[in-house]
């Protein structure tokens, strides 16, 4: 880990910038510096300021946009810059690293063509094609000729990370701003991205702005750190002090609500507690392994699985005959017992979501078979298993894309009591079902009229838990569906799904990249890799004695606070 950099030349400096939309205040007088060669991480949660502050350095706001202050890059006032000044800096002086890459690359174009686009913003040309290359070498790109080629749907989340990294180096900056760029990665993608900004920094000599919502992510790469709440700065100083030592409520809530590596607490405490002062370390029981493994004696397996395989046709011949495979599902077999959480993690690309899909039969499997209870879900009929639905239900991973915008979020959790008539048995009225349903999870009876646009992230996903939980099921899949939340709102909807769990006797396939979730929440776990189960066993034992090398790998890229 790397800390200090203190008395270094500031290459940017910050003063009073306060931002407004349409009179609202967003951003506060925030004033910080950044020294050459210096790595400043920008920590807070969705909604506190963070990237907004980033894209007005960087003249990318609206014109709507009400900034005021000072931002001097070696000088010059980067807030007085028109248009056609800025695109001399933005690119050249300042580049910009984004969180979602796939948005943030052109679909209809090549990789390697959007890079050089950026090159010949900047009248950088000759050579162009070998440039290229040589850097996507430099950013670990496998078969850099063929991704230059490639289009960005054909290359994984990681390589287009990497991708967006060659862009914003191409012209050698003097500061990176990487707005997230690991949030939706794999932690083993994550570790290696890090560690690549990391050296390209030590080479280059470039200073870094790095944002995110997760405190154990900055501890791997920040000199200095800087805490964001609501537009303000609530802490800043050296990495060292604010990890080890902070002083705020809200710094040390958002430490808190990470899932520990070293216990297993009953419930995880909030951000909201810490503010309300009652975040302390003995309101939140640490139980034994004991006390919270699941009960195999009482138990019985709700779901049976045997050498279920799932392929994907990837060339078929002129008369629609499979030439080649891909097995997303590679002939596994398991049980899911009845009232356990069972956690099945993995990188992306292993089959976990296929899995998941699989066993709701969303998706055909071509071998093996999937039994409920002891019945065949392969013998079922279209009307039986149309009857058998409200018992499976599953929670996506973007509450973003799985909300209908224009439908309120009443009408969302109540639509699938009109597909499935009778579930509520004589109860005259869903509404009242709904409004229930919307208070358990944490969720105000006087919102059942608003759109999904109206809420946050968080409060999305818990409209998408209430949902997949108005038909009373048995077996919920969990498909990722905390990944992209803050670790302070992934704490909320993790308690959440615990308690209901414990009220309603749940059944939960919790599938997740992430090791420490899957640690907090499930009864037993389940290690996929390249479609097939690689290790299987209690939390205690997977974390504590690993059987396979790839087990030990995501455990180590997991972000420790050392």
Known sequence: MRYGCV??????????????????????????????GETLGIV???????????????????????????????????????????????????????????????????????????????????????????LFKEVLLPRPE????????????????????????????DIIVADEPTTALDVTVQKTILELLKQLQQKYGTSIIFITHDLGVISQIADRIMVMYRGKVVEQGLAKDILHNPKEPYTKGLLACRP??????????????????????????????????????????????????VEYTLKKSIFGKPLQTLKGVDGISFDIMEGETLGLVGESGCG???????????????????????????????????????????????????LNPRITIGDAIAEPLKVHRGILNNQSNPKDAVLELMEQVGLQADWYNRYPHEFSGGQRQRVCIARALILQPELVVCDESVSALDVSVQAQVLNLLNDLKRQYHY????????????????????????GKIVEYGTPEEIFHNPQTNYTQTLIDAIPRID
């Open 260 to 309: 520990p590596l070293d216990s297993r607490p009953e419930r995880l405490p909030t951000v909201e507690e810490f503010l309300n002062e009652t975040g302390k370390e003995s309101k939140h029981e640490i139980v034994t392994p004991a006390s919270r493994a699941h009960n195999p004696t009482v138990a019985q397996p709700l779901i049976t699985v045997k050498d279920l395989t």
């Open 146 to 173: 063929k991704i230059f080629d490639s289009y960005p749907h054909e290359i994984s989340g990681g390589q287009k990370q990497r991708v967006m990294i060659a862009m914003a180096l191409i012209n050698h900056p």
């Open 507 to 530: 059944t939960y396939l919790f599938i997740t990249h992430d090791l420490s979730v899957v640690k907090f929440l499930s009864d037993r776990i389940m290690v996929m890799q390249k």
């Open 7 to 36: 008395n270094r030349n500031n290459i940017l400096e910050v003063t009073g910038l306060s931002i407004a939309f349409e009179g609202r205040k967003v951003v506060e007088d925030l004033s910080f510096t950044l020294g050459r």
């Open 44 to 134: 807070g949660e969705s909604g506190s300021g963070k990237s907004v502050s980033t894209l007005a350095l960087m003249g990318l706001l609206p014109t709507k946009a009400s900034i005021t202050g000072s931002a001097l890059l070696e000088g010059t006032e980067l807030l007085a810059l028109d248009e056609e000044q800025m695109r001399e800096v933005r690119g050249k002086r300042i580049s910009m690293i984004f969180q979602e890459p796939m948005t943030s690359l052109n679909p209809v174009q090549k990789c390697g063509e959007q890079v050089v686009e950026m090159m010949r913003a900047h009248g950088e040309t000759g050579d162009e094609r070998e440039k290229v290359i040589a």
């Open 352 to 402: 976990k979501s296929t899995l998941g899909r699989a066993l709701l039969r969303l998706i055909d499997h071509s071998a093996g078979n999937i039994s409920y209870r002891g019945t065949s879900l392969d013998k079922m009929s279209s009307k039986e298993m149309r009857a058998l639905r409200p018992k499976l239900q599953i929670i996506f991973q973007d509450p973003y894309s799985s």
